[in-house]
């Protein structure tokens, strides 16, 4: 059975840092773009960050600059580390993964067809 599982989000105050991960289980990650996204109450998901089967990027403007993503093929695992937090960033952060070898800048979320639960980054003072 193919499963996402994120972890590492908290509560922390503006400026500080967080590192979210995603575990896959049952499944290899190679041949699979991955991606963050994120949905704050009362509000769309969006899209943050992702990263491409062959390591290629892209991150939403509003991350740019504060937010990483990397993967971990071996491991079965993806990184997003979130750094230079703010209040705006508060929001359930998933991950997602979609098969296909496509930059991952250009492929809609529709795409993703494996989805982790969700875990909870709260940023305020």
């Known amino acids: 059975q193919k499963r996402l599982v994120e972890s590492g989000g908290g509560l922390v105050q503006p400026g500080e840092s967080l590192r979210l991960s995603c575990a896959a289980s049952?499944?290899?990650?190679?041949?699979?773009?991955i991606g963050w996204f994120r949905q704050a109450p009362g509000k769309e998901r969006e899209g943050v960050s992702c990263?491409?089967?062959?390591?290629?990027?892209s991150h939403a403007d509003s991350v740019k600059g504060r937010f990483t993503i990397s993967r971990f093929n071996a491991r079965s695992s993806a990184l997003l580390q979130a750094s230079s937090l703010k209040p705006e960033d508060t929001a359930v952060y998933f991950c997602?993964?979609?098969?296909?070898?496509?930059?991952?800048?250009?492929?809609?979320?529709?795409?993703?067809?494996?989805w982790g639960q969700g875990t909870q980054v709260t940023v305020s003072s």
């Open positions: 997602a993964v979609a098969r296909t070898d496509r930059w991952c800048g250009g492929v809609s979320s529709r795409m993703y067809d494996y």
């Open positions: 049952g499944f290899s990650l190679d041949g699979y773009a």
């Open positions: 990263i491409s089967s062959d390591g290629r990027t």
